[in-house]
């Protein structure tokens, strides 16, 4: 049983540009969540997607986008970037929307310059 | 909305000391409740999870956690810490059908 894998790990952006993280979900995962986290913070929920629909979303402006593929991939798009979009950003994911608890990916490190 | 208070930022306590991080959680509904432990560098890993039935809980590494209703509280202990145990650790909260809620963190630094 494979986990929860992101990619890139780690990356560098310049402001005003735009990113497109990866995450593909755990074995039998139908739902994926993403979430930021800031240095010394806990992380904030930015969207989950469950059977290719949104199904709830953070307090997070418009800029931050996202997709659910047939096979429960999912990607974070994040437009305009801005300083303080650096972050940690994790994927999980889990069966359902009954959220019975995650499994997390090991996140990529975004930096915007 | 579900909220989750996590009062503590930091512990320090000496290794074979016992350890609590205390979480209290706010929800007008019934609830899920998480500890996870992220170590440098890595993703959320889950400790242990109050979903219903007996309000202790047991975790992976040694670690329990007790739901207290009336309190709305879901502390974490352990007997006996070790030097491996120093990471940063995250209580979280899920409303029945909502997504999960997490604390700002607690860094617990185990000394030698």
């Known amino acids: 049983e494979t986990g929860v894998t992101q990619s890139p790990t780690h990356l560098i952006k310049t402001r005003g540009q735009q990113v497109t993280l990866r995450c593909s979900s755990q074995?039998?995962?139908?739902?994926v969540s993403w979430y930021q986290q800031a240095l010394g913070q806990g992380p904030q929920f930015i969207f989950q997607?469950?059977?290719?629909?949104?199904?709830g979303r953070g307090n997070f402006p418009p800029r931050f986008s996202g997709l659910q593929f047939p096979n429960y991939s999912s990607e974070l798009n994040v437009n305009a970037l801005e300083l303080d979009d650096s972050a940690l950003y994790l994927c999980a994911s889990s069966s359902g929307v009954v959220n019975y608890g995650y499994t997390f990916g090991s996140g990529t490190r975004l930096t915007v310059v | 909305a579900q909220s989750v208070t996590q009062l503590d930022s930091q512990v320090p306590v000496f290794e074979e000391a016992p350890v609590e991080l205390r979480c209290n959680y706010s929800s007008s509904v019934s609830v899920y409740l998480f500890w996870y432990v992220q170590y440098p560098n890595q993703g959320l890993q889950l400790l242990l999870k109050y979903l219903s039935g007996s309000t202790l809980v047991k975790g992976i590494n040694g670690f329990e956690a007790e739901f207290n209703k009336s309190q709305t509280s879901f502390h974490l202990r352990k007997p006996s810490v070790h030097i491996s145990d120093t990471a940063e650790y995250f209580c979280a909260v899920s409303e029945v059908g909502n997504d999960m809620r997490f604390g700002a963190g607690t860094r617990l630094t185990v000394k030698p």
């Open positions: 997607y469950y059977r290719e629909e949104e199904n």
């Open positions: 074995s039998g995962h139908n739902t």
